[in-house]
T-cell receptor, first 116, second 110 residues
């Protein structure tokens, strides 16, 4: 079954702790993305990666870190520096065209993080 | 990327066609129109996209005006499962991030 998996579905953390959200895809997509969604709002880009061992900051990267050691995996770490981490986190992936353009993004089911 | 404008909410009776409008008056020639939907607490689901021509797939049809300043997503026979927030997004061919606005909340009722 091809697709994007995110785990866990729900995550609770104490204030001041770092936490890592998992994102795995078996679609052989080159590009992967992390978005954050707050209640009643659209998605905002945190980080994205078009190729292994390379990634770029999105609009709201402060307090987050990522790694891209493997094509199929793009974990997101929410650090204690993120002031308001409670949100719904979504991972997506897409192919990258020959000219570097990106194609349709497909999303995982999301992880809901709550800071206690 | 061009900005889009959508009505905040719409209602539709089950079995009828749902027509969701989107204005993108500042769209550039190389920008695509994408539609996604999000059912509560799930990841967004890709529906359809187009550049100039109308497009149809198993989920929906996309009608883009000749001047490309607006488009309409058509769900031909809406069901209760189509109740969701629908997002219209304009994306450059070389764009790397989707910019989601607040979308249109479609409520399908029996």
């Amino acid at each position: 079954d091809g697709g994007i998996t995110q785990s866990p579905k729900y995550l609770f953390r104490k204030e001041g702790q770092n936490v890592t959200l998992s994102c795995e895809q078996n679609l052989n997509h080159d590009a992967m993305y992390w978005y954050r969604q707050d209640p009643g709002q659209g998605l905002r880009l945190i980080y994205y990666s078009q190729i292994v061992n390379d990634f770029q900051k999105g609009d709201i990267a402060e307090g987050y870190s990522v790694s891209r050691e493997k094509k199929e995996s793009f974990p997101l770490t929410v650090t204690s520096a993120q002031k308001n981490p409670t949100a719904f986190y979504l991972c997506a992936s897409s192919i990258v065209g020959a000219s570097g353009s990106t194609d349709t993004q497909y999303f995982g089911p999301g992880t809901r993080l709550t800071v206690l | 990327d061009a900005k889009t404008t959508q009505p905040p909410s719409m209602d539709c009776a089950e079995g009828r066609a749902a027509n969701l409008p989107c204005n993108h008056s500042t769209i550039s020639g190389n920008e695509y129109v994408y539609w996604y939907r999000q059912i509560h607490s799930q990841g967004p689901q890709y529906i359809i996209h187009g550049l100039k021509n109308n497009e149809t797939n198993e989920m929906a049809s996309l009608i883009i005006t000749e001047d490309r300043k607006s488009s309409t997503l058509i769900l031909p026979h809406a069901t209760l499962r189509d109740t969701a927030v629908y997002y219209c997004i304009v994306l450059k061919q070389a764009g790397t991030a989707l910019i989601f606005g607040k979308g249109t909340t479609l409520s399908v009722s029996s």
